[in-house]
T-cell receptor, first 113, second 114 residues
Framework: GQQLNQSPQSMFIQEGEDVSMNCTSS?????WLWYKQDPGEGPVLLIA?????ELTSNGRLTAQFGITRKDSFLNISASIPSDVGIYFC?????????????FGQGTILTVHP | KAGVTQTPRYLIKTRGQQVTLSCSPI?????VSWYQQTPGQGLQFLFE???????NKGNFPGRFSGRQFSNSRSEMNVSTLELGDSALYLC?????????????FGDGTRLSIL
């Protein structure tokens, strides 16, 4: 099935560093979402973006909805050990796409203390 | 507010058997979606139910089916299990009134096929 192109696949960083990851698509999405998944748990919603060009923050996390509606990025500032996990972008095409999220492949984040 | 609850957390089955997974959404949420998560294919959409009706369906064979009850609880059934069905099955809920409402996930059911 269709997936979003998410990069990088993995990141190894030192505590305190900033992190950036992004997602691109060949088609338009009306909503972009960012989730984090810890081992043995389901994805947890971090940020939701509803409008092209929108920039939204949640604590140390900042995400933007690309103006073409075909991309989004997530930044994490001053990383801490508990930021470790897998980050997923997801898009909702809109219209009649009720309940249907299209996901990126995920970015595995490792933070060294 | 209680989150999305999935039962059981773990299941072991053999090829050819069938299995039923259960999901209780967040109180007040009427939309329930199901996803399959595997290392190779990532997170793939199975189907979505709203007010006991399937509104959307992904690209999975007919062996995968679901239903929703009047209290919005949902079940997913997989018949004639294959080795490739081994995966984490995730349920997510949302209010369901608008297609752009974010979904909230449960912790999944880990299904292993022997």
């Amino acid at each position: 099935g269709q997936q979003l192109n998410q990069s990088p696949q993995s990141m190894f960083i030192q505590e305190g560093e900033d992190v950036s990851m992004n997602c691109t698509s060949s088609s338009i999405f009306n909503t972009w979402l960012w989730y984090k998944q810890d081992p043995g748990e389901g994805p947890v919603l971090l940020i939701a973006l509803y409008k092209a060009g929108e920039l939204t923050s949640n604590g140390r996390l900042t995400a933007q909805f690309g103006i073409t509606r075909k991309d989004s990025f997530l930044n994490i500032s001053a990383s801490i050990p508990s930021d470790v996990g897998i980050y997923f972008c997801a898009g909702i095409a809109g219209g009649t796409s009720y309940g249907k999220l299209t996901f990126g492949q995920g970015t595995i984040l490792t933070v060294h203390p | 507010k209680a989150g999305v609850t999935q039962t059981p957390r773990y299941l072991i089955k053999t090829r050819g058997q069938q299995v039923t997974l259960s999901c209780s959404p967040i109180s007040g949420h009427r939309s329930v979606s199901w996803y399959q998560q595997t290392p190779g294919q990532g997170l793939q959409f199975l189907f979505e139910y709203f007010s006991e009706t399937q509104r959307n369906k992904g690209n999975f064979p007919g062996r995968f089916s679901g239903r929703q009850f009047s209290n919005s609880r949902s079940e997913m059934n997989v018949s004639t299990l294959e080795l490739g069905d081994s995966a984490l099955y995730l349920c997510a809920s949302s209010p369901g009134d608008f297609s752009n409402q974010p979904q909230h996930f449960g912790d999944g059911t880990r299904l292993s096929i022997l």
